[in-house]
């Protein structure tokens, strides 16, 4: 059973916006940190937002500051990643990842992972 299962992805024009959707279980999403990720092809997956349990800290990384918004909703037990203003080197594979630990921003504290969803920019 895979933890996380992220949605959202698509193609989308340059200046675009494309809202993803990362879902768990009922029993234990209010008690994870939820970070955003992305991987291009060739590249490090790095971390793009994330989130307290609680939803009232966040972190965001400064590539995406001002265009991407992250929030969360345990009582759907589901996080979100609004993003705006999209551009074509924002094209990756966007993977969503849960940890007990607090708002972490190093990729090995993550130990729960979904499958990624493709978010395409068109020029």
């Known amino acids: 059973q895979v933890p996380l299962v992220e949605s959202g992805g698509g193609l989308v024009q340059a200046g675009g916006s494309l809202r993803l959707s990362c879902t768990g279980s009922?029993?234990?999403?209010?008690?994870?940190?939820i970070g955003w990720f992305r991987q291009a092809p060739g590249k490090e997956r790095i971390l793009v937002a994330t989130?307290?349990?609680?939803?009232?800290?966040?972190y965001v990384a400064g590539s995406v500051k001002g265009r991407f918004t992250i929030s969360k909703d345990n009582d759907h037990h589901t996080a979100y990643l609004q993003m705006n203003s999209l551009i074509p080197s924002d094209s990756a594979v966007y993977y969503c990842?849960?940890?007990?630990?607090?708002?972490?921003?190093?990729?090995?504290?993550?130990?729960?992972w979904g499958q990624g969803t493709q978010v395409t920019v068109s020029s």
């Open positions: 990842a849960g940890t007990e630990s607090w708002l972490p921003i190093d990729i090995d504290e993550y130990t729960y």
């Open positions: 989130i307290s349990w609680s939803a009232h800290s966040q």
């Open positions: 009922e029993q234990t999403f209010s008690t994870w940190t």
